[in-house]
């Protein structure tokens, strides 16, 4: 009987202490994204951060790349490193023209994908808002947050441009 009761005990105490645990855990699964914004490194533009319940949240890699440390991943810690070498990936600082004419090139290319992403799942909404047996799931909220981050992406793309321009 002693044993049935330590078991219980054990076992209770396990639960409540995992279900603490739980409550210190946010996901931002379910929250809606507030709005976005430029980030930006030595005044040029690196990428959009989102901000949600009033924090922003950028992508750590390609700021982290930017200001010149090497980014990894290790059991689930993103783990930011000084380089090796004694150059920063920033356009402008320490490299040649053609290093900073390949990195907006890169970055070009990335924004180009993501516009023409953009403009696929677009049309794709677009096309299910003409069907007869259509049912509004909220599509056309979709596609006027779609219509506003393409707009961003291609003011975006315009900066990078418009960098590049002015390397040559």
Not at 4 to 18: D, K, M
Not at 19 to 32: E, N
Not at 67 to 74: E, F, K, L, P, W
């Amino acid at each position: 009987m002693k044993k049935y009761v330590a078991g219980f005990l054990a076992g209770a105490v396990f639960v409540l202490s995992a279900t603490a645990f739980a409550d210190d855990i946010k996901s931002l699964v379910g929250k809606k994204i507030q709005g976005e914004a430029v980030v930006e490194l030595n005044g040029q533009a690196v990428d959009t951060a989102i901000i949600v319940d009033g924090k922003s949240y950028a992508p750590v890699r390609v700021i982290g790349e930017a200001a010149g440390y090497d980014v990894s991943m290790q059991n689930k810690k993103i783990i930011l490193d000084e380089k090796s070498s004694a150059t920063v990936t920033a356009p402008g600082k320490g490299q040649s023209v053609e290093e900073q004419a390949t990195k907006l090139n890169e970055r070009i290319s990335d924004h180009e994908d993501r516009i023409l992403r953009l403009e696929t799942r677009i049309v794709g909404l677009e096309d299910e808002l003409l069907k007869p047996n259509y049912v509004d799931r909220g599509e056309k909220d979709i596609i006027a947050q779609y219509k506003l981050d393409l707009a961003k992406e291609k003011s975006l793309l315009a900066d990078l441009k418009s960098q590049l321009a002015s390397l040559k």
